[in-house]
């Protein structure tokens, strides 16, 4: 990936969704419970949450350490193991083995381990909890900090996705600070099923239904990858494995209150017949193979027809392409494309829509604009090609950039630094406008664009760096143009 510095403002362009796609390992997953086990922590109000069995003794069996190496190997590329990786623990018995795995192995492979619990402060145990967790790997010789969530003037949100993003935003800031490649995530069997069948309610296409990865990659730092080795294990087998270590965890009261949705879905799964479960294991690794193959021939499809401009970040899409896709096909590159851009995923009835008209104005040839994602599609028939770039929302316009802190724009991954002491201490983002366009761009770098046959909406994602005092522009990066950033 090539990489493009200024000096304090560093660009990184994020890697194409699609050269990037993993297989999902076969799932095995717990049945119907035929007992209970409980296992109680000595703080008050802090319990362990129920533990479900089967009547198999493969289910209560913890993970051992042979079997956790192999479970690893999908998450890294012929064993190229980083030097250190981030885990986050809740204090469940899933994230804790996972923990507890970690260590043991990083420690055989000289790779630094550091945990971290995110304090979200919904609850007034939230605190309570993360001190305890903190004190129980602290004495295993375990690296631990306690990140808070801070909502600001924000009230407390109970929204599982809302809670989700920020918990992850927080976590992939932690790993960035420290340079830390892998974040790992303790997401089990259990999970990926809840998953599938929340996805399957919202009429999620096959992409959807195939489930997490065992490797993906945080949006906000796409150089830090999410590794889930646990996606084919037990929660069972994980709660053996806490006990095989004498390890307490904690249980989250939210988990079992119906007023989620994912509470819901994992009470109906555990009244569920065993079949069900493993009919769905094989249901979802079907799914993940249709996926595999969508994508081999996507790439060979648009091998010769598409093409990122990873300067100014916006795709060329040659129409030929579209007469050669169905709309599966479409829907599924519509949607890496306005991913990579924006990292937004609109409704399957816009690309339908998108899909329709795009197809009628290349077969009359007329001109044709639609936004969709906060990503505009162009098509020109006197150049028989499509442009998609990238467009900001109003309320997002301007965003926040401080000194040593990272974010994720677009395709651009962008580092602020302090080189000099006059540096300001946050500076401020904005996208191109058309008067930045007239002012600050000489006729030179006007003749290069129009050469290009660039428009200037296309440039509209381009980044434009400027001080609250006067609203001075300090650079346009992409542009080689500097007021004061060197």
């Known amino acids: 990936v090539s990489t493009q510095s200024t000096g304090m403002l560093t660009f990184k362009p994020r890697p194409l969704l699609l050269s990037s796609i993993s297989k999902t390992t076969r799932l095995s997953f717990f049945s119907r419970p035929n007992f209970w086990k409980r296992y109680y922590v000595s703080v008050p109000q802090i319990v362990s949450e129920n533990i479900h069995y089967t009547g198999r003794e493969e289910d209560s069996l913890p993970v051992e350490k042979e079997e956790f190496e192999k479970l690893l190997n999908p998450c890294f590329q012929k064993k190229a193991f980083p030097r250190s990786l981030v885990v986050a623990v809740s204090g469940g018995c899933d994230s804790l083995a996972l923990c507890l795995l970690l260590d043991v192995w990083a420690k055989e492979k000289s790779i630094d381990l550091f945990a971290t619990t995110v304090d979200h402060r919904i609850r007034s145990e939230s605190t309570e909890e993360a001190g305890l967790v903190h004190s129980w790997l602290s004495n295993r010789g375990i690296s631990h900090s306690v990140l808070t969530l801070d909502w600001g003037s924000e009230a407390p949100s109970t929204k599982m996705d809302v809670l989700r993003r920020k918990r992850l935003f927080l976590l992939g800031n932690f790993a960035y600070s420290r340079s830390v490649p892998v974040l790992a995530l303790a997401h089990h069997a259990g999970d990926q099923l809840e998953t599938f069948f929340i996805r399957f309610s919202c009429y999620s296409n096959v992409d959807g239904l195939a489930c997490m990865e065992p490797v993906s990659h945080l949006y906000q730092h796409p150089m830090i990858a999410v590794a889930r080795p646990l996606l084919s294990i037990s929660k069972s087998r994980l709660a053996a494995t806490?006990?095989?270590?004498?390890?307490p965890w904690i249980e989250d009261p939210s988990n079992s209150q119906i007023k989620y949705f994912r509470s819901r879905v994992r009470l109906g799964i555990q009244s569920a017949p065993s079949e069900l479960a493993e009919d769905i294991s094989r249901l979802i690794d079907s799914c993940d193979n249709l996926v595999a193959?969508?994508?081999d021939r996507l790439r060979s499809l648009f091998r010769y027809r598409l093409e990122l401009d990873r300067r100014f970040g916006f795709f060329t899409l040659y129409s030929?392409?579209?007469i050669d896709l169905n709309f599966s096909l479409?829907?599924?590159?519509f949607g890496h494309m306005v991913q990579s851009l924006s990292g937004r995923r609109p409704k399957l009835s816009q690309y339908q829509r998108l899909y329709s008209e795009l197809m009628?104005?290349?077969?009359?040839?007329?001109p044709y604009n639609c936004s969709i994602g906060f990503c505009l599609f162009e098509y020109s028939p006197r150049k028989?090609?499509?442009?998609v770039s990238r467009q900001t929302p109003y309320k997002h316009a301007i965003q926040e950039l401080k000194?040593?802190?990272?974010?994720?724009?677009g395709c651009w991954f962008i580092s602020y630094k302090r080189v000099s002491p006059s540096d300001p201490p946050i500076i401020y983002i904005r996208m191109l406008e058309s008067n930045d366009y007239n002012q600050y761009l000489d006729n030179y770098r006007k003749m290069e664009l129009k050469r290009k046959n660039l428009s200037v909406r296309l440039l509209h994602g381009v980044p434009v760096f400027f001080s609250r005092l006067g609203d001075k522009v300090l650079a346009i990066p992409h542009f080689d143009i500097y007021y004061g950033l060197k």
């Open 320 to 322: 030929q392409l579209m």
């Open 384 to 387: 028989s090609i499509i442009h």
């Open 403 to 409: 000194i040593n802190t990272s974010i994720k724009l």
């Open 330 to 333: 479409a829907f599924r590159l």
């Open 360 to 366: 009628n104005a290349i077969s009359s040839r007329s």
């Open 293 to 295: 193959e969508n994508n």
């Open 242 to 247: 806490c006990l095989k270590h004498s390890q």
